[in-house]
């Protein structure tokens, strides 16, 4: 019905190419992943049969010797953190669970190791943990203190007489929770605790400490609880640990950047407290930007299965009497999903800028203070938007599946059970995105650098950016959007990427200049009335920073878009990545568009062109959803959805041959429908 | 901080009053539920125990007596059918599962016999059925056909000779699916099949069909496929199943409003086909009654913990440098949760609507076909919305309590895995949507009564409505919302009821308007360009719908507004709910404020005070939280979530004493940031 009569011809290899970007033979060698034996998980079972499972999948990978990639070339590594992190991303297509506890395993607990420990410290425990031989855990998070890491209770006082520290849990809510590989599987962990050493509290340091011993018994002083079962990653064995004054050698602090001489004295390359618990922190990223990508896998994931089942699956019929509609022919199932396929593509081509940060950091390349916060202002904003962005794809797509997508054969429900608490972890979506927003008003003038937004200060840190990060700057730009706005505007208008842009981009320079005169008065108020004004902006600090983050990653999706220009022989290539561009530029405008005309940015006649464009632009990329599904690249045995692979559509054929034969019979029973049309016509 | 100062004084049970409505002894008898040892079921375990477990809770409910409470008189009952689905829908308070079971046993197993089945019927299955003795299945789905119940594959060929129905599921899609009590406890079913006799298809009818001997063994012919595990309501035992010939007396069909004499010949008291079918259908609605209030006892549970915890949970200093700030206080947390909250008074209180006209259809103190209608619109559009509803409402409640939100020992993410396929059954969502926009346009033009959108004519009906539904006419809407708005716009007008009534049902007025005029060509189409036509306007007649369905819920949280406009007494309740209100219209404005703007019902300059207003109303509602959900009525016994009970309060007063214990200590640790601010300041 509504479909493009003549779709374009797309080839979904030139879109693979282009959505699995520069690290694309490490991301497709992660794919392979599934087929190992040990990695995909039993799609039920209890909780120890899922996370013994799990374990052989983690044990895989380290004997695999693929978590050696990030590692320096002198330990035997290649320096290549994103070819790392893209291939580890499709760990999700073997089981969310496989994902985060090898994400505990080597990226937290070696990479805590790698990037806090010295030397002595990689050469005894580094390799061992990222072949999967040491297994460890990340214990941060408090039962009292989540994203308020600095707040942390657990402490480690420096016994100058023994040479150790003495590890502590004062109260219960310093009880360290929710850590993977603690219920059943770790043997470590690095323990993040106050460092106090000759009367000083030096602040969070991370501390290598055994926690079980070879038997798998609690080492003494320490308490291990089993947090049971959780909303999902059942494969990942999280639990709780306290210690009762455990003792560990001075030589487990990981000291990179604050150590303790024998005699108890401290000393760290960073003079500021401040700003060496943030460049500690900042060394653990890794974990944000995997978690983007994993999203975006997950997110593709659902879409294949939800698109394919759409493409077979009839409900209806319309115009024809007899046969059915195709799911994906109605319009409101386009609207649906293909808005979700657009974002997806726009979360996965920006996730490719994050790791191009990321790398350039990692690497060495550029370790800048402002590439460093570039990566972590993006890993932030990135991470929370693509993690909301998955549940919300896969809950649509679960419900595109109706009854169908509700069974746990078609994987929908585990996947987005699983992905639910990606965002709350690894820094909570909202303290995220107001970390973004901080970012956003320091960089708009320099008075707002150590604003305090609800504590966000102690998680962005408090050193001031070099230069601005967002740049397009207020000149103008009411003006602009005039000239781009002529009056005879044609749908080819309401699609011009101009526009797009010049709309995202003076919503975030109106917003964020908003917010900073709002805030203004607020260093010359009493501390608590500071707050209060602070606090009455925070649902505004956050709302800009989604904004921004959606001009950026419209941005990435813009740039890509233009791959193909030159190519002639990939026109109809480009043409679809246009329509996604399009379709993601206009639903993030139509999903603020009472601001955009609020503000004078569109005219009310011109607001009214942007519903009809995208139900045009839904149709039309209906007509290729095919494609643009296969270009994730995904086959069975990664979908893994009985419903995705042809089921629905040979069980219809089959039906309609029934119908056909039966109709062919001399006794096939006459319809009463038809004898009461024709009874009523002659009463 | 953004907290109100002096909170109204509001006393929690004159709000519980008026929540619980007129079945408020019913509703609150079925609370009691709880209490029995039987029916709350373990949080965790394998399906088998999962599944009986839930048996027990649904033969408690049979053994009570309660479940015989809406059958008429004469069998025992009262014939009082709002006040049993009131108690029933509390069943979510033990369990979801309880619930869905119980309502395929009582409800749908149970329903179908009474209201389609004769009185010697009645006298063999229903009592035992409404006792719990007789376990039954409800087999209307097929894997083929699930909204689209008139293309059901299911055959019963009436063969006169033996005086039998004979049932067949011709081809695999044909097969039942999803039917709860199917895979382990079902001993009969209620198969709905297409009726053949003497040459003729009468169309879909129900027939009671044994599925399994008295030993449990599958009869003969029978097939029972386990639909195995699903993304929640693991205590219901769905399972598939189909029929190869398999024979039941000529008495064993469910013969109301279709008969089959001896020698074959069918008689039914409705001459239409598709009139005779809606109304066998239209017997049904009790199941989307009752799913309206399930899901608004889900969403008090959800809201109901996570206020409690977030009026404990502290994270960040704020003004003052010790103390952290509890989460309800930071205005993000108010605006996740206060909107969400007025959304359940309004859902519970609309409900209360809709409870009103199933009694008075169901008791036969009015089956009018126009209050039948009624009924089924209401029933529909409020199901369909407050399901969604509730799966918002669980996520954000789970995501506002962080990671112990996604532990299953405090219930959230259960609960929400357990409510998500009640978007999709007793009617998908986007279905049901459809069937209050068809309805909407046919009350809006006659030329639009037996239009057919997406196939949804045959779900609705084809009778035409006496009387038009929705009244309140397109004349002078413009010029009303003009009169509304005085150029003085101050904070109070902006939270003007009239203002809001005026907003939301301008909006429906033109949107209907808007949706009939773009669809008056479709009748002088030809057939395919017609059902084009009619697609391409879908996402709007569902845009539509929803906007109707806000506007009644509106509506009735209006009309329950003004309880104590006469009280004194209840000044401040009176108050609370006026907030509540408020919050609830200006949300569902700002949720679609560019429409407004676009359609010149709201100026840019007012359409700015929105935002703001919101902020406000959340600020004051956060101050009185706790009331509000304590109105809902729950205990420690519904909650049953460990966060909700005080734990983290206790947590936090051990750790603030051991923070005072420790400085008091004269070898307490300066804090390094001090001595580097000295140092700072020195140098």
Known sequence: MNRTKTPLTVDPSVLADLLDGRWASERRRGRTLVEHPDTVPPITGDLDEMREATLRGVRALGESGSTLRSLPTELGGENDHAGYVAAFEESVTASPSLQIKAGVQYGLFGGAIQHLGNAEQHAQWLLPAQRGELLGCFAMTEIGHGSDVASLGTIAVYDPAAEEFVITTPFRAATKEYIGNAAAHGRAAVVFAQLITAGVDHGVHAFFVPIRTEDGEPMPGVSIEDDGRKGGLLGVDNGRLAFADVRVPRTHLLDRYGAVAPDGTYSSPIDSPGRRFFTMLGTLVQGRVSLDGAAVVAAKLGLDIAVRYGLERRQFTGADDTEEVVLMDYQQHQRRLMPLLAETY??????????????????????????????????????????????????????????????????????????????????????????????????????????????????????????????????????????????????RRIRSGRLQELLLSARVDTMVAELASNLRPASKLP??????????????????????????????????????????????????????????????????????????????????????????????LAGNAADLVAAFGYGPEHRRATIAEGVEARRQTEAREHYRRARAQADHPVDEKVLHRERTRKG
């Open 346 to 491: 726009a979360n996965a081509i920006a996730h490719e800028v994050l790791l191009a940060s990321f790398q350039r950091v990692f690497s060495g390349e550029d370790d800048s203070d402002e590439a460093r916060q570039l990566l972590e202002t993006q890993a932030a904003g990135f991470k929370a938007t693509s993690t909301w962005d998955a549940l919300d794809v896969l809950q649509e797509c679960r419900e595109a599946c109706g009854g169908a997508g509700f069974m746990t054969e078609n994987r929908l429900t585990g996947l987005r059970a699983d992905l639910d608490v990606y965002v709350t972890f690894e820094g909570d979506n909202t303290v995220l995105l107001q970390l973004v927003g901080k970012r956003l008003l320091g960089d708009y003038a320099a008075e707002f650098k150590n604003i305090d937004v609800g504590g966000v200060a102690r998680f962005i840190g408090t050193q001031a950016a070099e230069h601005s990060l967002y740049r397009s700057g207020l000149a103008n730009v009411g003006r602009t959007i005039g000239e781009v706005l002529t009056p005879g505007l044609t749908e």
């Open 527 to 620: 501390k608590e009335e500071a707050a209060a004004l602070l606090n009455e902006n925070q649902h505004e600090l956050i709302e800009a920073a989604k904004a921004y983050v959606e001009l950026l990653k419209w941005q990435a999706l813009n740039t890509a878009m233009h791959t193909f220009d030159d190519d002639p022989r990939r026109a109809d290539e480009a043409k679809a990545l246009r329509r996604i561009r399009d379709l993601y530029g206009l639903t993030l405008i139509e999903r603020s568009i009472g601001w955009h005309i609020m503000y004078g940015r569109l005219s009310m006649n011109r607001a009214r062109q942007v519903g009809p464009a995208i139900n045009r632009l839904c149709a039309k």
